[in-house]
């Protein structure tokens, strides 16, 4: 079981990116929870985005501001993060990550410890 991310690089800023987020091994499905995090170094992980079975609707965090975009295909083996409008705080590297728990809720859907499966990562580097 594995999710693999792709779709990082260096773009200037105000420039776009789509991350992809492949769920290797097994189909996702939309069961459960998946999320899009980012981490700087030095700082926590912080949530992007995320579609869950447990609520209507994506939630994105604060500072995405209606920059990005999270999406699955129609088979929902793959979870996508359009990006656009980026700006070098958007620097990082981000993850994917699957939750199975049905605690994952409105206000929980960010608390890192209830995701099981993560992928290694993809860079996105923003700069000015």
């Known amino acids: 079981v594995q999710l693999v991310e792709s779709g990082g690089g260096l773009v200037q800023a105000g420039g776009s990116l789509n991350l992809s987020c492949a769920t290797s091994g097994f189909i996702w499905g939309g069961d459960g929870t998946i999320t899009w995090w980012r981490q700087v170094p030095g700082k926590e992980r912080e949530g992007v985005a995320c579609i869950s079975k447990n609520f209507r609707g994506p939630l994105y965090g604060d500072f995405v501001k209606g920059r990005f975009t999270i999406s699955t295909d129609n088979a929902k083996t793959t979870v996508y993060l359009e990006m656009h409008n980026l700006q070098p705080e958007d620097t990082a590297v981000y993850y994917c990550?699957?939750?199975?728990?049905?605690?994952?809720?409105?206000?929980?859907?960010?608390?890192?410890?209830?995701?099981?499966?993560w992928g290694q990562g993809t860079q996105v580097t923003v700069s000015s």
């Open positions: 990550a699957v939750a199975t728990t049905p605690r994952i809720r409105l206000r929980t859907w960010d608390w890192l410890y209830l995701y099981e499966i």
